[in-house]
């Protein structure tokens, strides 16, 4: 069966508003304020992580038939733990609370009345913001409808709207590169895409497409894999853009203003000065659109995945995502995010090794590649995630010793070694 293109571009502006969320929004201005002189190498890298590797992630979930087959070639207990920490991390123990959270930290606080406890507020809101998004995550089947027809264009008209009027009106100055950013660019780019959690996503939002697709009475799997692939390259394009025009916006304003704590403070810092305190409004209309959009789609995937893990339904499995994860974010933005980066550095390496491997999947017949290398990832990741809070001794002194592991890039050459040996012990076990 044909699909007009039509419905395949709507499919795709969906699954771009589903990963444009809080982190897609403050992270690449941030880079580019940080990066300045240096920014190109730094937002390749950037990309390589926030764009590449979530429409890979999508088309591997699609080929394989689902995220826990893929898993299940490392073991059965790990596909069940990874995956449902990774539903975890990418639902309401991090990503939907900081979705929630990051509007009104950037775009309401400041803007209350001085002396004024910011608490309640905050409770008061993302009381509004939850229930607006379990509503719309309440009927999955329209999610096209309401994300893909109305509010991902709307979110694309005022960022290109935001970036033509500071492209003719916004003070420009590029600054030095700063702090890593001026040694390895390239390198600190990648692992800032890790932050956006959009690799996680890929894996969690492909099933979500596939159903949209079965909902336009796609049901052959090489349709299904067509379709969603090229509804994940529009998405991924779409996001591209969006996020050169960021960076571009924090780097040509990197000399202007000093470097805040994170990119809503150089958004917040472009857009007040190109509309006043008018701008607080388009700030808080951006802001809100983009994380309500991934909200609906993080907590109708994370959703839908604990219904048919636990049997629940899947109407009272929105709920309890939606109520847990507003008791999460009312802890604030600064503790997700600081919670975030150890999480982060523990199972994105995993995470990116599984979606290559994902690709040759047809391919890789030897028993012990996928325990082996994934496995080997996993360990000195989580060894690199723990040292900031627990003293690891004689083992960090021995993983120190590997290439790029101060840059948290360790894993990659422990990755290489084990499939080497991984694919030494599938010849011997062949020939004996």
């Not at 990648?190 to 079965?214: N, Q, R, S």
């Amino acid at each position: 069966m044909k699909l007009e293109k039509n419905k395949v571009l709507f499919v795709g502006f969906m699954l771009f508003s589903m990963f444009f969320g809080a982190g897609n929004l403050i992270f690449p201005p941030f880079l580019g304020q940080n990066a300045g002189n240096l920014t190109l190498p730094s937002v390749i890298g950037f990309l390589i992580t926030a764009v590449i590797l979530p429409v890979l992630a999508v088309i591997v979930v699609v080929q394989t038939g689902g995220l826990e087959i893929v898993t299940a070639r490392v073991g059965k207990r790990f596909s069940v733990v990874f995956t449902v920490l990774l539903y975890l991390a990418i639902g309401p123990g991090l990503a939907i609370p900081r979705a929630a959270s990051v509007p009104f930290e950037m775009s309401i606080a400041p803007y209350l009345p001085n002396n004024t406890g910011t608490l309640w507020w905050m409770i008061g809101y993302s009381v509004v913001f939850f229930i607006i998004s379990a509503w719309i995550s309440l009927n999955p089947n329209k999610l096209v409808d309401r994300l893909g027809t109305v509010l991902t264009p709307l979110l694309i008209i005022l960022i290109v709207f935001l970036f033509i009027a500071f492209a003719i009106n916004g003070e420009k100055s590029v600054a030095a590169a700063q702090s890593a950013y001026s040694h390895t660019p390239f390198i600190k780019g990648f692992c800032e895409g890790y932050l956006t959690m959009d690799a996680i996503a890929g894996l969690v939002f492909a099933p979500v497409v596939v159903k949209a697709f079965i909902g336009k009475n796609i049901t052959d799997k090489k349709e299904s894999l067509k379709y969603s692939s090229t509804a994940g390259i529009l998405a991924g394009c779409i996001l591209a853009v969006i996020y050169l025009m960021l960076t571009y916006m924090g780097m040509q304003s990197s000399g202007v203003y000093e470097t805040g704590a994170n990119g809503a403070v150089a958004l917040r810092q472009i857009v007040y000065q190109l509309f006043g305190e008018a701008g607080a409004f388009v700030l808080a209309a951006i802001f809100a659109l983009a994380c309500l959009t991934t909200c609906v789609g993080l907590i109708t995937s994370v959703s839908e995945y604990f219904s048919g893990l636990t049997g629940a339904t899947y109407k009272s499995m929105v709920w309890i995502v939606t109520a847990f994860s507003l008791v999460v974010s009312n802890y604030g933005l600064t503790t997700i995010l600081n919670i975030s980066v150890p999480v982060l550095n523990a199972i994105y390496p995993s995470v990116s090794v599984i979606i290559v491997m994902g690709l040759f999947d047809r391919y890789i017949k030897n028993p012990f590649i996928y325990p082996v290398t994934i496995g080997a990832t996993a360990v000195i990741s989580v060894i690199y995630a723990l040292e900031g809070f627990v003293p690891l001794g004689v083992l960090s002194t021995m993983c120190s010793k590997l290439p790029l592991y101060t840059h948290g890039f360790g894993w990659l050459s422990v990755t290489v070694v084990a499939f080497i040996v991984a694919f030494a012990l599938g010849k011997v076990k062949k020939s004996s």
